[in-house]
């Protein structure tokens, strides 16, 4: 008796978790920009999606999560084709590869090789995976276009790579770059907060001042934009370096915060007291 009733109470659990996810994505209508003669960005729920469209078809960069995959498609049949010839992966986080179990059925998958280890460690299988791997960087060539993935070290994650498109002046920072928001720094996945500054000044050195700069999350950007950013990844390490120098116990410098002009960037998905969290970590 017990074992059924634990059965049963397993199997409605599955059942409203699995509404939730339906009823969570169910209004999450999947917006388009262009923001060249050949490139556009797709902004639903999860990791913004880059897509380069021309005479060779779609290659895409990133997907989302699963649930969404048929209002991608939709977007991108109003652009002329729902399957990508390519999907380029900017690092294994599910909002960002959730879909490549649907797109990897008709479509190459790219990724840098920690992307497919760490898929593969979390049980990812079959046509979710990148099929092709880099450990530095690559090139593709389509649409007349060069598309340059470029491996990021020890940033957000181990795996994280940014796609450049030199011809258009366009590049895709994956969570590299939560646009005016505190970022996610993995820890636990080969992230490190000295990585991603190192990163950002290295994207910097890359971009003009007409660059137009997809972030992971959060509207389209500029240098300035991804400037800023890194004035207050640095000020706020700089921060918390001098905190634990003085002897400073987490609880006391949770307890005091951050300066008032930081309050807008704890707004979105990591809040203040997480960002302070991730940064005392990362110093210890």
């Given at each position: 008796m017990k074992t059924l009733i634990t059965a049963l109470l397993l199997c409605v659990t599955s059942i409203a978790m699995n509404v939730f996810a339906e009823d969570?994505?169910?209004?999450?209508?999947?917006?388009?920009?262009?923001?060249?003669?050949?490139?556009?960005?797709?902004?639903?729920?999860?990791?913004?999606?880059?897509?380069?469209?021309?005479?060779?078809?779609?290659?895409?960069?990133?997907?989302?999560?699963?649930?969404?995959?048929?209002?991608?498609?939709?977007?991108?049949?109003?652009?002329?084709?729902?399957?990508?010839?390519?999907?380029?992966?900017?690092?294994?986080?599910?909002?960002?590869?959730?879909?490549?179990?649907?797109?990897?059925?008709?479509?190459?998958?790219?990724?840098?090789?920690?992307?497919?280890?760490?898929?593969?460690?979390?049980?990812?299988?079959d046509s979710a995976l990148p099929v092709i791997t880099f450990a530095t960087q690559a090139t593709i060539y389509f649409n007349n276009q060069e598309a340059h993935l470029i491996h990021m070290p020890a940033g957000h994650t181990d795996g994280d790579a940014i796609v450049y498109f030199p011809n258009e002046n366009v590049i895709h920072l994956g969570d590299h770059f939560f646009k005016d928001r505190f970022p996610y720094v993995d820890l636990q996945a080969g992230g490190t907060v000295n990585g991603l500054i190192d990163n950002i000044v290295n994207i910097l050195s890359r971009v003009d001042s007409d660059t137009k700069i997809i972030p992971g999350h959060g509207e389209m950007a500029t240098k300035v934009d991804l400037q800023r950013y890194l004035n207050m990844l640095t000020s706020t390490r700089q921060f918390i370096d001098a905190e634990l120098a003085q002897g400073k116990s987490e609880k006391s410098i949770l307890a005091a915060g951050l300066a008032p002009k930081w309050d807008s960037w704890g707004e979105g998905f990591i809040n203040e007291e997480r960002w302070l969290k991730t940064l005392i970590s990362a110093q210890k």
């Amino acid at each position: 008796m017990k074992t059924l009733i634990t059965a049963l109470l397993l199997c409605v659990t599955s059942i409203a978790m699995n509404v939730f996810a339906e009823d969570r994505f169910a209004k999450v209508e999947i917006r388009t920009e262009q923001i060249s003669e050949n490139i556009y960005v797709l902004f639903g729920t999860g990791g913004n999606i880059g897509v380069l469209n021309g005479p060779d078809g779609i290659l895409m960069i990133d997907d989302q999560f699963a649930p969404l995959a048929d209002k991608i498609r939709a977007a991108l049949d109003k652009l002329g084709g729902t399957t990508p010839t390519y999907v380029l992966n900017t690092h294994y986080h599910g909002d960002h590869t959730g879909s490549n179990a649907v797109f990897g059925q008709n479509s190459i998958i790219m990724a840098h090789d920690n992307v497919r280890m760490r898929l593969l460690a979390g049980g990812t299988k079959d046509s979710a995976l990148p099929v092709i791997t880099f450990a530095t960087q690559a090139t593709i060539y389509f649409n007349n276009q060069e598309a340059h993935l470029i491996h990021m070290p020890a940033g957000h994650t181990d795996g994280d790579a940014i796609v450049y498109f030199p011809n258009e002046n366009v590049i895709h920072l994956g969570d590299h770059f939560f646009k005016d928001r505190f970022p996610y720094v993995d820890l636990q996945a080969g992230g490190t907060v000295n990585g991603l500054i190192d990163n950002i000044v290295n994207i910097l050195s890359r971009v003009d001042s007409d660059t137009k700069i997809i972030p992971g999350h959060g509207e389209m950007a500029t240098k300035v934009d991804l400037q800023r950013y890194l004035n207050m990844l640095t000020s706020t390490r700089q921060f918390i370096d001098a905190e634990l120098a003085q002897g400073k116990s987490e609880k006391s410098i949770l307890a005091a915060g951050l300066a008032p002009k930081w309050d807008s960037w704890g707004e979105g998905f990591i809040n203040e007291e997480r960002w302070l969290k991730t940064l005392i970590s990362a110093q210890k």
